[in-house]
């Protein structure tokens, strides 16, 4: 299904319609970084593509890729090669790519000689504008072609800049971070549980307490004086601190950032 003119060039092309694509659309058409009208939605899926027309019923949803400046590559891992020559012969001069562990050194040999290539890394908070990405630039990529990748992150969260050797830890820490937190969560409504609350409640708590934690460190104090503020000696927050301290709570969590960091390095050689 396509909706729209396919004619003209679009300002962007993004190619993959999967829940991170469509966070991007969302944020772009809602930071009014691009027109409907000069936005393409590339989904090789049928049904996808008209879900995608649904919640985007101003927007080209087409099954080719198009006429364009610039592209979004939102596809899986082993498919972006593909994505990003067809997405250049189709004139795009800029490439994002937000597919994990695809190199810098694949995207340029894919898109070919005068391409700006950026690669990213958001995590899933994009699908309700909250995410945190981190960029790098390709060897083509002018100041102007990374804020322009910066911008669209931008619309649905925080960016940072680093150089690409740090994009497996932003992976390992940011990319998976969200399943560490929500791993937590889970542990948390169950010790509730097991003190005596209802799961309802606990759940209700829980949910709520990781809300508003979230919004006091949002306020930008160090979260080593958010504890301390919350940990009043030999107090019953003490008690508890204690417990995970002799868990190895922080050490566990400082592995597990490091396994997946490790993961990540092995995908982009694999």
């Known amino acids: 299904m396509t909706t729209g003119s396919a004619s003209s060039p679009f300002t962007l092309a993004l190619i993959g319609g999967g829940n991170m694509g469509a ?15 000069r936005l393409a939605i590339v989904e090789v899926s049928s049904s996808r593509r008209e879900q995608l027309t649904t919640m985007f019923p101003n927007v080209t949803v087409t099954s080719e ?24 012969a ?3 001069r800029r490439i994002l790519s937000i597919a994990a562990g695809v190199t810098i050194a694949t995207l340029e040999s894919a898109a070919g000689p005068n391409v700006a290539v950026v690669r990213s890394m958001p995590n ?12 790098a630039p390709g060897s083509h990529a002018s100041d102007s072609d990374i804020a322009w990748a910066e911008s ?3 619309s649905v969260g925080t960016v940072v800049r680093v150089v690409e050797s740090h994009l497996d830890a932003v992976t390992g820490l940011a990319g998976s971070g969200p399943a560490y937190l929500f791993l ?19 759940d209700a708590l829980v949910r709520q307490l990781l809300v508003g934690s979230a919004a006091l460190l949002a306020e930008g104090e160090p979260p080593a004086d958010l504890r301390a503020k919350v940990t009043s000696p030999g ?14 709570v922080r050490a566990a969590f400082i592995e597990a950032v490091r396994a997946a960091t490790d993961r990540g390095r092995e995908l982009g050689r694999g």
């Not at 890729?65 to 250049?88: R, Y």
């Not at 549980?193 to 409640?201: D, K, N």
């Not at 008690?239 to 868990?247: D, F, I, M, Q, T």
């Open 152 to 154: 669209i992150l931008g």
């Open 235 to 248: 107090g019953t927050t003490a008690a508890g601190v204690s417990v995970l301290e002799s868990h190895a």
């Open 124 to 135: 899933t908070p994009a699908l309700v504008g909250q995410a945190a990405s981190a960029i």
């Open 184 to 202: 937590v969560a889970e542990a948390l409504i169950d010790a509730g549980v097991a003190a005596g609350l209802t799961r309802a409640t606990a």
């Open 90 to 92: 189709h004139g795009a």
């Open 23 to 37: 966070a991007l659309v969302g944020g772009l058409l809602g930071s009014g970084s691009v027109t409907p009208a």
């Open 65 to 88: 890729v198009p006429l364009c400046d610039a592209a979004v590559i939102a596809v899986k891992p082993h498919d972006v090669p593909d994505a990003v020559a067809s997405a250049t």
